[in-house]
């Protein structure tokens, strides 16, 4: 689980970068100074959150 919320993470990360080159912006917003905006602190949890929901039902349903 550890490995591919890492790998998810990374995803998100580079994901988010993608975007922002497209739309040639340095920072998503400016809640945060020289933080690349609030989408900067969440890209990673936008992917690692469907992944360890989806992990975690698998992991913990009941088996009849």
Known sequence: MGLGIGIFG???D???SML???AQVKDS???IPGHGGMLD???SF???APFL???LLYLL???P
């Open 46 to 48: 936008l992917f690692t």
């Open 29 to 31: 917003g400016s809640l």
């Open 10 to 12: 990374q995803v998100g």
């Open 41 to 43: 602190r969440l890209d």
């Open 61 to 63: 349903k009941e088996t």
């Open 20 to 22: 922002k080159r497209s």
């Open 53 to 55: 929901h989806g992990a």
């Open 14 to 16: 580079f994901t988010e």
